[in-house]
């Protein structure tokens, strides 16, 4: 758990300060081989087991380096496979790119960077949809890959970001059949259940813990689908209630739930926070093993 802590921070380091190295997050292998594999027929079904092979490899890999040079060939290859697999875009960089922008227009263009899936139409520039498409952003770029690195080391990590970009990236979709298309999409919704509830909680933790708790009961009695289904959409609706409480309870100084910029910035730190607090849990664990 120690080098799991370790990695995260160094990789959370590596995309602040050396943003050019998100170029290598280069996934072409995968499209190529989803090509060869459908031998150029995209009606052709292609079984879920590409991202099991991608994920038996790496695990093979990670099982393979453990206990080698007291661990240190492991700890780098897990140390890559993260980094690999964390963004691919920065979310910062497109936040700061939303903020930067004055003309509605050329926003409006800009935030389309910060959707998290296939756009079947423009993500309008208003508050509450910048609000939620972050906390989705933050969900596949951030949250999921180091949920499923903590759990399940690099093979974790990799098996979703393959998961993730066969179901919603439309370079790799479009090598699917249309079943298997929904099929991935389940998948993926499936890898998201967890981390998207951690999410949840922590954010009740971090910002308004009654008004993100009453949200969240409001929003399953309203649908009627209980908690344990792969419906996932109380979390933009959870992300907004609590930066708007946040706002609200703010300095004084900015208090307007409907302007983009104090929503969208508000929205950015509260996830740094639900980040920190992930990290904190994870150094809690590290402590507590030490102590026992």
């Known amino acids: 758990m120690a080098t799991t802590l370790l990695a995260v921070v160094l990789v959370l380091i590596a995309a602040r300060t050396l943003p050019d190295l998100a170029r290598l997050r280069d996934f072409a292998w995968l499209k190529s ?7 150029g027929d995209r009606a052709r079904p292609l079984p879920a087991i590409v991202p099991l092979l991608v994920f038996a490899v790496c695990l093979l890999i990670q099982i393979a380096l453990a206990g080698w040079l007291f661990g240190l060939p492991a700890f780098a290859f897990a140390l890559v496979v993260l980094f690999y697999c964390w963004g691919p875009r920065d979310l910062d960089e497109d936040v700061d790119a939303v903020l930067a922008e004055t003309d509605r227009d050329q926003r409006v263009q800009v935030a389309q960077r910060l959707r998290p899936d296939p756009a079947e139409r423009p993500l309008p520039a208003d508050a509450a949809c910048l609000v939620e498409a972050t906390f989705q952003s933050a969900l596949s770029r951030w949250f999921g890959v180091l949920f499923w690195f903590a759990i399940l080391g690099p093979a974790g990590a990799i098996g979703y970001r393959v998961v993730q970009l066969m179901a919603r990236v439309p370079a790799f979709r479009d090598e699917l059949a249309a079943a298997d298309r929904n ?3 389940r998948i993926a919704l ?3 259940w ?7 909680l922590t954010l009740a933790l971090v910002s308004d813990f009654d008004s993100v708790v009453r949200t969240w009961r409001e929003y399953h009695a309203a649908h009627g689908r209980g908690y344990f289904t792969l419906d996932l959409g109380f979390l933009g609706v959870l992300a907004r209630a ?12 900015a208090t307007d739930v409907t302007d ?5 910035t508000d929205a950015r730190t509260v996830l740094r926070r639900i980040l920190v607090t992930w990290l904190a849990i994870l150094a809690l664990l590290v402590l507590a093993g030490w102590v026992h």
Request: charged residues 20%; negative net charge.
């Open 242 to 253: 609590g930066v708007d409480a946040d706002v609200i309870a703010g300095d004084g100084y």
């Open 190 to 192: 499936a890898l998201d």
């Open 260 to 264: 983009p910029v104090v929503e969208l």
């Open 194 to 200: 967890a981390p998207a509830h951690l999410m949840a």
């Open 33 to 39: 081989w989803l090509a060869a594999w459908n031998g």
């Open 183 to 185: 099929r991935f999409e």
